[in-house]
């Protein structure tokens, strides 16, 4: 790959952002009776990431390795930008598989940008490359990294409003610091608290969401 200066791009928000409409509202209830963490009330494929995927514990290294990318993608842009398009990320990007996506050149990069279904932006497109370079490069398994920066279950009230959400934590700012020493880019603070809210190292679904009724029926 051709040697470029990673623009500086803002961190993504820690959640995905709530819909105009819900501004102040932290909760809003679907025609399913459900109560649900207001951001997803947007769009449905928010409510079914929000549903089966954000705050659920992932494990699974590929699916680690694609949040990480994903997450990168989404700097500066909304999480649903993302979502709509991950379809085809997945199926660019080999899905996600980082020997595949190791092994991608020049020529794949110049293909990628040209493709009008992902986002098209170099930094982040060689990023994606290098970091699973950096994944193949690891003493040890991306999970077993990844997962030693999750703090301590939550023992205290969940957050009743969105200023309860933080947009960095120390561990995220821990993890981003560790990733970075061994390569990794577009891994700022900021957006490895997103990331550590999509794998479920952290649980933000606010008090009264289903998905914590459902959390605390099984503990």
């Excluded at 699916?63 to 993302?82: H, M, N, P, R, V």
């Excluded at 700022?188 to 809210?197: K, N, R």
Aim: hydrophobic share 40%; with cysteine; glycine share 6%.
């Amino acid at each position: 790959m051709s040697a470029t200066t990673e623009p500086t791009v803002p961190d993504a928000p820690s959640a995905p952002a709530a819909p105009a409409t819900a501004e102040r509202e932290v909760l809003i209830v679907g025609d399913d009776g459900r109560a649900r963490c207001a951001w997803s009330a947007s769009d449905p494929e928010y409510r079914r990431y929000h549903d089966e995927e954000w705050g659920r514990p992932q494990h699974d290294p590929r699916a680690l390795y694609e949040k990480l990318c994903l997450e990168g993608f989404q700097a500066g842009l909304s999480w649903i930008t993302i979502l709509r398009r991950r379809p085809a990320f997945r199926e660019l990007f080999l899905g996600f598989d980082p020997v595949k996506v190791a092994a991608m050149t020049e020529v794949d990069v110049q293909r990628l940008l040209q493709d009008a279904r992902i986002i098209r932006h170099r930094g982040k497109i060689e990023a994606t490359i290098s970091n699973a370079r950096a994944v193949l490069d690891l003493d040890l398994p991306l999970e077993e990294l990844m997962w030693s920066f999750a703090p301590s279950p939550r023992t205290g009230a969940r957050p009743r409003s969105w200023s309860d959400l933080p947009a960095v934590t120390p561990e995220s700012t821990a993890l981003s610091k560790e990733l970075r020493r061994r390569g990794f880019r577009f891994v700022g603070p900021t957006t490895m608290y997103a990331l550590m809210q999509a794998t479920g190292m952290v649980d933000d679904h606010v008090e009264g969401c289903f998905v914590v009724e459902e959390v605390e029926a099984r503990s």
